[in-house]
């Protein structure tokens, strides 16, 4: 992660008020006015606060008619920490400046294909840059849930409209499991891993 994007994290974080909204929503999705009314604030206060978090990527958002939900965005909150941490224990500047080659496609790929509210902007054309995608997505399901074709479809919506497309890809790519209509995470070892494709 670079240091420009470190330092957004932590400006992000350094509000009591956002402090208080992570915390609240650390426990699942709330409403912008429940958030309000939990924090005893106006609702174009909370919008700002969230506005702040939602630009640093900490949460995500989706819009139900008029109501704004917002939930946290657990991957970034963690990348952000541990980017923080490399940095600052880092044993040099050349170690420190110095990025796995992979490492820079994943956070590439997740920041030009992934919109800021989580959804797949489009399908990557490229090979390797699809798989990065589809893991991406399919790390978010539970490890040995035994989820219906209609929970896989609703599951991939938010991310994208074609879900047909991308459940079919979670099977070629063997990131799951299907047997009459049913579907399962496969272990990652038998993932086809985006690291080893040429």
């Given at each position: 992660?670079?240091?420009?994007?470190?330092?957004?994290?932590?400006?992000?974080l350094?509000?009591p008020?956002r402090?208080?909204i992570?915390?609240?929503l650390s426990?699942?999705?709330?409403?912008?006015?429940?958030?309000?009314?939990?924090?005893n604030?106006?609702?174009p206060t909370v919008?700002?606060h969230?506005a702040?978090?939602?630009e640093?990527?900490l949460?995500?958002?989706?819009?139900?008619?008029?109501t704004v939900y917002?939930k946290l965005n657990?991957e970034f909150i963690?990348?952000?920490s541990?980017a923080?941490?490399k940095?600052?224990?880092?044993?040099g500047?050349?170690?420190?400046?110095?990025e796995?080659?992979e490492?820079?496609?994943?956070?590439?790929?997740l920041?030009?294909?992934?919109?800021?509210d989580?959804?797949l902007?489009q399908?990557?054309a490229?090979?390797?840059?699809k798989?990065i995608?589809?893991?991406y997505?399919?790390?978010k399901?539970?490890?040995?849930?035994v989820?219906?074709?209609k929970e896989?479809?609703?599951?991939?919506?938010p991310f994208?409209?074609?879900y047909?497309?991308i459940?079919r890809?979670?099977?070629?790519h063997q990131f799951?499991?299907?047997?009459?209509?049913r579907?399962?995470?496969n272990?990652?070892e038998l993932w086809?891993?985006w690291?080893?494709v040429?």
């Open positions: 992660m670079q240091l420009d994007k470190i330092v957004a994290y932590h400006k992000a350094s509000d008020t402090m208080r992570l915390l609240l426990r699942g999705e709330v409403h912008g006015h429940a958030l309000a009314e939990k924090l604030l106006s609702q919008t700002h969230a702040k978090l939602r640093a990527a949460i995500l958002e989706r819009r139900d008619k008029n917002f657990p963690q990348a952000g541990e923080s941490l940095f600052i224990f880092a044993k500047v050349e170690e420190m400046e110095e796995s080659p490492h820079s496609l994943k956070e590439s790929v920041r030009n294909f992934f919109a800021k989580g959804r902007r399908i990557p490229q090979y390797k840059k798989l995608a589809l893991q997505m399919v790390e399901l539970e490890p040995g849930v989820y219906s074709e896989i479809n609703e599951f991939i919506k994208h409209d074609d047909a497309t459940r890809e979670f099977i070629m799951m499991y299907r047997e009459n209509e579907y399962e995470l272990p990652p086809t891993r690291e080893n040429k």
